[in-house]
Structures are given as structure tokens and as C-alpha cells.
């Protein structure tokens, strides 16, 4: 655990590598690790490398990860100022506040819900799948349009293989490891690592000087900050968790959120992006809070709440455990134990991490023009560690491509990623129900739950499209009147 | 690297299209409408109806552009969607970052091809040599550091976790 803390929080502050790199690179070790460890060790280097993220952010204004970068020019702004060891302090205790505050949701909610969704069959299982997906087109960063490609996209790999109901190859062209279905480790760490690598020589970044400031007294005068404002870390909190919830999104837009919140009810609005310390209080713990929050779909459906989960699923399916409800009544000892790693993850956070500031300065030397041609070869080992074949690392390179492209042209790559993921678990129940309601699509809607997620699943889709279609009317009596 | 949404589109349009079709050569289960191909087939028609939206945009993109370029004169039209067919990253620019990027796949394709001939440790240390190298570290330092790297990749992982990394020429050593 303690390894794993330290090389998040090392990826996480490398401008460039995100914490979910980190995770898809740590998978080949979870694969020879038994449950409790691996996510044990999943759960610490993302913490690490989320707060991580904040230090280039704060000393280069370069966020070390997606997560930061929704405050990272305020970070800056206060390094400007002289105050760059309170804009990391904050980072540090708002990061691990957060992190506990997802933690008690996570283990508040979970095993309400579970209890809950023990009773559900394949149709509303169905719906969730579908909900799931929508959601992460709807929430996706760019346009819908493009979510939805990267959707199918992802649906569609997920349909390459033996197919279930009739157990007929599709897609496979005769390859038998092509029959197997595309394994989905390799393909995550082709679309978060080997993309990053291709981005990175695309556009290679000069070696950033580092601002020459003491960081010392990283605590001093934080307790007044905090007090000050502990009405925006629980704001923070709370949108950080449900943000983590929705599928698809994950701690990314919950800091943007809580950011834009942030400023929004602020009193001193006009001093936001001039080196204010109440946005950075929001957002960092926003995008910790959304982490924890992202495993409660996780854990009790099976529906990835964000893309890093979206590995852990995948590495739990590899390790032969469904998540979903049953887990909970078979292996509470499992579902504990996840919570008290958030915990202790969290809590650990503090003192490494004020290591991790205290080093900074050495972590930003390391020169990355090495490291990339380093993590390229861990991917390619990583990849082949899984299923020792080199089907995988084609899997990889092709994937990582693939995300790379998609990235370039603005199409999402998180809703791939949920496609890819649920594209079985939403066809496995759609198949079954269909037999079970003999072809009667209304049975999808004749038990409650199934019947209220459905509409639900139906009023994410159609809802925007009325408010277009009334937009455009509107448009035209407009253009009449004038 | 970007394309105009047209030719995303046009794409897509395509690929659904040989997909659905191949897609209608799978066997159904007797007595039912639907198979393992239905599914392929919602996705390919849902991949037809976005490659026809991305179309529309990118063409109008294109006129609008035009338009306005014909209007204004100027050169900097700022427009989300990109109005020229494809364009090409900075790297594209450049000779030596041209090398490196096409440098990635062929390096792993020949990996894929030959490790199992030549083994992991020399095609290790040969493709870190050459990505480190062309990336700005100095010869004699780039094959150090590909060296090392190499050793701890199969300590860790051929000894420790106990992948089998495939030998290669170097089986009579390795064992």
C-alpha cells in the first residue's frame, strides 16, 4: 500500500500522466494480487495521484491530472502572489477532508442500496446498464453527439467474440483469441497510456522551470482557512460524491462543478482567478469526494461510476467476483474491507502527501522525455502479462491509437470505456428478459422500479431534444415577429 | 491529428454499414426474431444515424467557414468544428517528431512480430534505445537507462510475478 501511495503520488504530480494511467498501469500487479491488496492498492495510488495533480498545477500551472485543472490557474495565481505553501496546504487537507467525506458516503449508501438492489432482476438491471450509458453521454465533457459515437464505438467492441445467447462468434474472423472478446485491460491501457505516450511525442513539452519560493509551513494558518470556509467543503463534499455517482462522470467534472458553484455563491466573487483560496477549498475536495463516490454504482450494480472504476470492475471480474448486491450478502468481509482502505487511503493522504510537497521540486526535475519511452514498455509487459500472448499488446496499440485519434478529434473516450464495460452486462439482460417476457418489449416496463428507471432512461434521452426542438420554434416565431 | 466531422462521419457511415452486414450473416435462435445479431445491428444503425449528423455538421462547417472567410477576409475564424478536411498536428510539421510518432506502432508491431524469435530482453533494450534516443537523450546514456529499465522489467516480472516473458535467443542462458 505504501508503494502504490508513493507511485500515485509521483504519477499524479508528472504533468502529463493522469491517475488513470496510473490505475490501467498498476493492473498487471493487482492481476497476481488477491482482492483485498489490489484494490487496496487502486484505491491509494489514485487518491495520491488526484491530490498530486495539485502541485505541478499550483507551481506551474499545469495540472498534474484532468482533476486539477479547474483551479489550477487560482493555485497559480496565489504561487504568484508568494503563497504557494498555503494554495498546496489547502490542496493537501481539503484533498483528505474530501476523501474521508466520499469514504462515509461510500460506506453509508452502499449497503442501503444493496439491500435494495438484491430484489432486482434483469429488466431493471437492464435499465441501469442503459441508464448508466446515458448518462455518460449526457455528462461527457464535449459534445453529446460525439459521446454518443464513442458509445457505440465502445458497445460495439464489447460485441466482438463468442456471442452469449447463441454462442456464435462475431467479429472474430476465424481468430480464435479474436473469439475470446476483446480483454479489457490491454484495451484500457492502450486508451489511457499508450495514448498519453503518442500525445506526448506529438507535442513534446519543454522542461518547465520551477518557481524559486520556499515551501515551508505548508499548515500554518490553515485552520482558519478551513473554519472559514466549512461551508464550501461540505458543499465541495457533497458535489464531489454525487458528481462521482452519476456514471461517467467522475472527479474531473465534479471539480468544475464545484468550482463554478463555488464562484457562483461566493461573496467576493470578483476575487475568483486572482489567487483566491475559497475556489481551491471547493474543488479539492470535490474531486477526492468523487472518487469514493464513484464506487458506490461500483460496488452495489456493477456500473462504473467513472473510468477508473470502470478498471477496478474490470479487475474484479478477472479475479472471478461480480460486483453487484450478492457481493454484499456473500463477501461483507470484502465490502468492509474496501471501506476501510478509503479510509485509511484518505488519512494517509496527510502526511504523504506533505512529503510529496516538500519534494516536489525534485519529482518535476525528472526529465520525461525518459520516462515516456519507460511507461511504453511497462504498457507492452503489462499487456502481455494478462493473457501471455501478444494479442494483447495489439489490443493495446490499436486501442491506444483509437483513443488517441478519438481524443484528437474531440469525441470522448470515457463513454468507450462504459461501453466497452457494460456493452455485455446490458445485452446478457436484455437477451434474458426478452426470453423471459417471450418478446413482449411492455414487460420491460411491468414491475415498478424497472418501470421508474426506464421512464428515467427514456426522459435523459428525450428531454433534451424537446428543449432543442422548443428552442428552434421559438427561434422561428422570433424571426416572424422581427 | 483532426478531421472535419464529414469525414468522421463518412467513415462511421461505412464501417456500420459493412458491420450490420456482416452482422446479417449470423445464424438466429429458431423461433425467435431476434439473435446474436440484433444487437450489432442497433449499434451499427445508431453508428449510421451519428456518421449522417457528423456529415451534415462538418459540410456546413465547411460552407460557414467559407462564407465567412469570402466576408471577412480575415484568417482567423475561430470555429468549434474543424472546417478543413484534416489537418495535421504540429508533429506533422516537424521531420524529426514525424519519425518518432510513426517510431511508436512500428516498434510495437515489430515486437508483436519477433518476440517470440528474438526474445524480450534484446527487443527491450533495442526499442527503449531507440525511443529514448530520439526523444533527446544521448546515445551512450539512452542504452544505459534501456539497460537497467530492461533488467528490472524482467526481475519484476519474470521473476517476481512470474510472466513468461518469452526468451527468445537468449534461451540457452535463461533457461
Not at chain 1, 464513484?294 to 450494480?301: I, N, R, Y
Not at chain 1, 420491460?444 to 432512461?457: K, Y
Not at chain 2, 522489467?153 to 535467443?169: N, T
Request: proline share 6%.
Amino acid at each position: 500500500m505504501l508503494a502504490s501511495a508513493i507511485f500515485g503520488l509521483f504519477v499524479g504530480s508528472i504533468p502529463g500522466l493522469t491517475a488513470t494511467m496510473a490505475a490501467a498501469l498498476l493492473i498487471p500487479f493487482t492481476f497476481f494480487m488477491d482482492p483485498v491488496p489490489a484494490i487496496a492498492a487502486i484505491v491509494t495510488t489514485v487518491a495520491m495521484a488526484i491530490f498530486a495533480g495539485d502541485i505541478p498545477g499550483a507551481l506551474l500551472r499545469i495540472p498534474g491530472t484532468p482533476a486539477s485543472a479547474a483551479y489550477c490557474d487560482e493555485a497559480y495565481a496565489m504561487t504568484r502572489k508568494g503563497k504557494v505553501a498555503t494554495a498546496l496546504g489547502v490542496s493537501l487537507v481539503c484533498a483528505a477532508i474530501g476523501g474521508v467525506f466520499g469514504s462515509a458516503i461510500l460506506a453509508m449508501t452502499a449497503p442501503v442500496l444493496a439491500e435494495f438492489a438484491i430484489k432486482f432482476s434483469s429488466y431493471e438491471y437492464f435499465w441501469l446498464a442503459c441508464l448508466g450509458l446515458s448518462c455518460a453521454v449526457v455528462v461527457s465533457t464535449g459534445s453529446t453527439l460525439k459521446g454518443l459515437v464513442s458509445l457505440l464505438i465502445g458497445l460495439f467492441i464489447s460485441t466482438i467474440g463468442i456471442d452469449i445467447t447463441a454462442g456464435h462468434p462475431r467479429f472474430a474472423f476465424g481468430n480464435p483469441e479474436m473469439m475470446g472478446g476483446i480483454s479489457f485491460i490491454p484495451a484500457m491501457i492502450g486508451m489511457f497510456a499508450i495514448s498519453e505516450v503518442l500525445r506526448f511525442i506529438a507535442a513534446p513539452h519543454k522542461q518547465e522551470s520551477i518557481p524559486q519560493q520556499p515551501i515551508k509551513n505548508v499548515f500554518r494558518g490553515l485552520g482558519g482557512i478551513i473554519s472559514t470556509y466549512k461551508l464550501n467543503v461540505m458543499r465541495g463534499g457533497v458535489i464531489g460524491a454525487v458528481v462521482g455517482i452519476l456514471p461517467g462522470a467522475g472527479s474531473d467534472i465534479a471539480a468544475w462543478i464545484a468550482y463554478a458553484m463555488s464562484k457562483r455563491f461566493s461573496k467576493n466573487r470578483d476575487k475568483f482567478g486572482s489567487g483566491h483560496v475559497e475556489g481551491l477549498v471547493d474543488a479539492g475536495t470535490a474531486n477526492n469526494a468523487g472518487l469514493a463516490g464513484a464506487w458506490v454504482p461500483a460496488l452495489v450494480f456493477g456500473i462504473p461510476g467513472d473510468s477508473i472504476t470502470a478498471i477496478v470492475i474490470g479487475v474484479l471480474y478477472m479475479k472471478g467476483m461480480n460486483p453487484g448486491p450478492t457481493v454484499f450478502m456473500q463477501q461483507p468481509e470484502l465490502i468492509h474491507a474496501v471501506f476501510i482502505v478509503f479510509f485509511l487511503a484518505n488519512l494517509a493522504l496527510l502526511p504523504l502527501g506533505f512529503i510529496a510537497i516538500r519534494l516536489s521540486r525534485t519529482i518535476l526535475l525528472v526529465p520525461r522525455h525518459v520516462l515516456i519511452p519507460i511507461i511504453l514498455m511497462f504498457c507492452v509487459v503489462g499487456s502481455f502479462a494478462i493473457n501471455n500472448t501478444v494479442f494483447g499488446i495489439s489490443v493495446m496499440l490499436i486501442m491506444g491509437i483509437l483513443a488517441y485519434l478519438m481524443e484528437e478529434n474531440g469525441f470522448p473516450v470515457a463513454p468507450t470505456i462504459l461501453g466497452i464495460v457494460l456493452g455485455t452486462m446490458l445485452e446478457d439482460n436484455f437477451m434474458s428478459s426478452m426470453i423471459k417476457a417471450d418478446g413482449q418489449f411492455t414487460e420491460f416496463f411491468s414491475r415498478p422500479i424497472a418501470a421508474v428507471l426506464g421512464v428515467l432512461v427514456i426522459l435523459i434521452w428525450t428531454l433534451p431534444l424537446l428543449r432543442f426542438l422548443l428552442s428552434s420554434i421559438r427561434g422561428e416565431k422570433t424571426r416572424f415577429t422581427n | 491529428m483532426g478531421f472535419n466531422d464529414a469525414l468522421i462521419g463518412l467513415a462511421l457511415v461505412i464501417f456500420a454499414i459493412a458491420e450490420i452486414a456482416y452482422s446479417a450473416t449470423f445464424p438466429s435462435l429458431h423461433g425467435q426474431a431476434y439473435g446474436p445479431s440484433l444487437f450489432p445491428t442497433i449499434i451499427g444503425c445508431g453508428l449510421i444515424a451519428c456518421g449522417l449528423v457528423l456529415i451534415f455538421r462538418g459540410l456546413r462547417a465547411r460552407s460557414q467557414h467559407a462564407r465567412l472567410a469570402q466576408s471577412t477576409q480575415s484568417e482567423s475564424i475561430e470555429s468549434l468544428d474543424n472546417p478543413v478536411w484534416v489537418q495535421l498536428g504540429q508533429w506533422a510539421h516537424n521531420p524529426a517528431s514525424r519519425v518518432n510518432m510513426l517510431l511508436v506502432p512500428v516498434l510495437l508491431v515489430a515486437y508483436i512480430l519477433l518476440s517470440d524469435s528474438i526474445g524480450f530482453i534484446p527487443l527491450s533494450v533495442a526499442i527503449l534505445t531507440v525511443l529514448l534516443f530520439r526523444l533527446g537523450s544521448s546515445l551512450l546514456s539512452s542504452l544505459l537507462i534501456a539497460i537497467v529499465v530492461t533488467l528490472v522489467l524482467q526481475l519484476l516480472f519474470a521473476k517476481v510475478l512470474l510472466v513468461p516473458l518469452p526468451s527468445g535467443l537468449l534461451l540457452p542462458w535463461l533457461g
